[in-house]
């Protein structure tokens, strides 16, 4: 495999992450308002929503993007700014790996 189709993305899925981007908006919006105690809440639903369904979808991968940001910039203690912050980045790779692949994640 060359070094050039390493670098190849899929467009479509550029499209679609975009588009899921601006649909979760409102969501972002909701996030940055909530005290520490709600994004607390939002992060157990979160989690347990994931459990439920099995995997994570685009959907979720953006809303919990935004998600673990707001707690990670409110975290008081170094492990929940850890905690929060590896998850936050392992949701960007997530993203980054669908973007390689082409393939979408269900929504």
Known sequence: MGANE?????LGMVRKIKNTEVEEEA??????????TELLDEMVRFQ??????GKLTLS?????????????????TLELKTLT???????????????KRGSPAPT
């Open 48 to 53: 347990e929503e994931r459990t439920k369904i």
């Open 60 to 76: 979720m991968m953006v809303r919990g993007k935004h998600l673990f940001k707001a707690l990670e910039e409110q975290a008081e």
């Open 85 to 99: 912050g590896a998850y936050r980045r392992h949701l960007e790779y997530e993203i980054a790996e669908l973007l």
């Open 27 to 36: 969501y972002r919006v909701m996030i940055i308002s909530m005290s520490k």
């Open 6 to 10: 390493n670098n190849v993305i899929s």
